[in-house]
């Protein structure tokens, strides 16, 4: 984890980064702290130019607001699913304005599309499964490494408010493969990182508990 709200910037969301021999950056957060998630990179001994690529889980500027500069400086190929991308695209719904920070367009080089999708990045297989709920392409990331299953699950606490994209029976359903993909390690979306599986799975059922019903 190289952002959140306590090691970058109030506001963020927590950004993660793998390496896979090229590094793959997970969000990218508000946009008021691309310099330090930069220092928190090297601050780990691995060194920021061998970024390839980032994966936008979804278009809600929390998680978008620093990737037209992220871009600029390393030519990031962007992926997001389809649902997505217009907003990513646009700025529009992305609720920078509540922020009350800009929010500069970019363009999603790779528009993921179908329920899964299985891509090879540098020596590392990700898996992408679309979770639709908190938004329409909202979007997890699985990987194993060292005979575990790390999920990237996003904002698994919601909110699945429809004036922010969501929908809560499409949430139910996410939810619900999110738990079938036994992860040992999730790496939620503001809640940081947590484990093990018994850990994992009780972190997600309480979220579609309280989902019941809506």
């Known amino acids: 984890m190289i952002g959140s709200s306590e090691i970058s910037h109030a506001m963020d969301c927590c950004v993660y980064l793998v390496d896979a021999g090229e590094m793959v950056m997970i969000d990218a957060g508000t946009g008021q702290s691309t310099n330090l998630l930069i220092d928190n ?3 780990l001994g691995l060194m920021p130019e061998k970024l390839t690529t980032l994966v936008i889980t979804h278009a809600h500027i929390d998680h978008i607001g620093s990737l037209a500069e992220l871009k600029q400086k390393y030519n990031l190929k962007m992926i997001a699913h389809e649902l997505d991308a217009d907003a990513i695209q ?7 304005q509540y922020y009350g920070v800009n929010y500069v367009p970019v363009n999603v080089d790779i528009k993921l599309s179908g329920a899964e999708n299985d891509r090879k990045i540098g020596s590392q297989f990700f ?10 392409g909202s979007m997890a990331v699985l990987l194993e490494t060292g005979n575990k299953k790390v999920l990237f699950g996003q904002d698994i606490h919601g909110p699945y ?17 999110l738990i079938a993909a036994r992860a040992d390690i999730l790496c939620e979306g503001h809640f940081g990182i ?5 850990a994992v ?6 979220y579609l508990n309280g989902l019941e019903g809506r």
Request: charged share 30%; aromatic share 8%.
């Open 41 to 43: 990179i090297h601050s």
């Open 90 to 96: 646009t700025g529009k719904g992305v609720g920078a």
């Open 127 to 136: 898996k992408f499964l679309h979770i639709p709920g908190h938004t329409a």
């Open 161 to 177: 408010h429809r004036m922010w994209g969501g929908d809560a029976s499409k949430a139910r359903e996410s939810l619900k493969k």
């Open 194 to 198: 947590i484990k093990p599986a018994e």
């Open 201 to 206: 799975e009780e972190f997600i059922y309480d």
